[in-house]
């Protein structure tokens, strides 16, 4: 009897790796976040979906807006270069 319950308890522990390995790992993002994925083939999808996406370049260049006039001055910058009805939550 002794036996039997070692096999039982063997083939639990078994069952528990095998779920743990076979669940996909998080997908991290750079801010530390993750998304989670139900199952490899999932997981796999997205991979593959999104790396032959491009990457978009930035809306706003740094070259149009130089460092040393600074950040208080960015809400006239962006009212003069036609792009305020587009970061303003008034939609102005």
């Known amino acids: 009897m002794a036996g039997g319950k070692s096999k039982s308890k063997a083939s639990k522990k078994k069952g528990n790796v095998e779920t743990t390995s076979s669940a996909p790992q998080p997908f ?3 801010d ?3 998304l989670e ?3 490899e083939e999932e997981l796999t999808r ?3 979906y999104f790396a032959k ?3 978009s370049p930035p809306r706003v260049l740094p070259e149009l807006f130089p460092q040393q006039k600074g950040y ?3 809400d006239n910058q962006l009212k003069e270069s036609g ?4 970061v303003s939550r008034n939609r102005t």
Do not use: N, V
Not at 83 to 86: I, S, V, Y
């Open 28 to 30: 991290p993002y750079l």
């Open 32 to 34: 530390g976040s993750f």
């Open 37 to 39: 994925f139900g199952s």
């Open 46 to 48: 997205f991979i593959t």
């Open 53 to 55: 996406r491009p990457i």
């Open 72 to 74: 208080y001055d960015l």
């Open 83 to 86: 792009l305020w009805p587009f």
